[in-house]
């Protein structure tokens, strides 16, 4: 069966500090990949999604970035955090079909 | 475009009554929707899904969604509520991207259960 992994699962960081989430997927291959935000009283806002290893395309202009270096994992990204990027963030998979499936989630807090 | 819209942010209901979790869309083609629940500090996790065909989804833990197109609704139902149904509910409708699927969420509601 299929798996999704996120870590770490809670991180704080100063403001101006760089960031790494990783995000990696057990039991499947090729796998559409999905980064999402949760901010605090708010939905889920979609960030980045990959249909393919080095295919990375963006919804959101903003200071964070993704990559895919391999086939299951996914890495979102800073080079300098800002107060607004904390929140709780969702990495999903999906076979190519409308289901998404989620990962257990990192809980940013930037001070 | 597509977007989706839960009316009430917070939904509070006794132990053994209805839950009934509210979700209209707007969607230019025919919509995939979906439920999804999240208990605190957790990821998402698909509660039901309609995609074509019967109307009246059924899903995990005793909930189900009427597909109601000439209301533009999927409202989420459960007949007896429980304490472990204290979650926050997010309805979801589908948008085709190039070769994915996007999902966009409405902003959630959250469920409490008064014993």
């Known amino acids: 069966s299929q798996t999704i992994h996120q870590w770490p699962a809670t991180l704080v960081q100063p403001v101006g500090s760089p960031l790494s989430l990783e995000c990696t997927v057990e039991?499947?291959?090729?796998?559409?990949l999905y980064w999402y935000r949760q901010a605090a009283g708010r939905g889920l806002q979609l960030l980045f999604y990959?249909?393919?290893?080095?295919?990375i395309s963006s919804e959101v202009p903003q200071n964070l970035s993704a990559s895919r270096p391999q086939d299951r994992q996914f890495i979102l990204s800073s080079k300098k955090l800002l107060l607004s990027d904390s929140g709780f963030y969702l990495c999903?998979?999906?076979?190519?079909?409308?289901?998404?499936?989620f990962g257990p989630g990192t809980r940013l807090t930037v001070l | 475009a597509q977007s989706v819209t839960q009316l009430g942010s917070h939904v509070s209901v006794s132990e053994g009554a209805l839950v009934l979790l509210r979700c209209n869309y707007s969607?230019?083609?025919?919509?995939?929707l979906f439920w999804y629940v999240q208990y605190p500090n957790q990821g998402l996790q698909l509660l039901l899904k309609?995609?074509?065909?019967?109307?009246l989804v059924k899903g995990i833990n005793g909930f189900e969604a009427e597909f109601k197109k000439s209301e533009t609704s999927f409202h989420l139902t459960k007949p007896s509520a429980h304490m472990s149904d204290a979650a926050e509910y997010f309805c979801?409708?589908?948008?085709?991207?190039?070769?994915?699927?996007?999902?966009?969420f409405g902003s959630g509601t959250r469920l409490l259960v008064r014993p």
């Open positions: 999903a998979w999906s076979p190519g079909t409308n289901e998404q499936f």
């Open positions: 039991g499947t291959s090729n796998p559409n």
């Open positions: 990959s249909v393919g290893i080095g295919q």
């Open positions: 969607s230019s083609v025919p919509p995939y």
């Open positions: 309609y995609t074509t065909g019967a109307t």
């Open positions: 979801a409708v589908t948008l085709r991207m190039d070769s994915s699927y996007k999902l966009i």
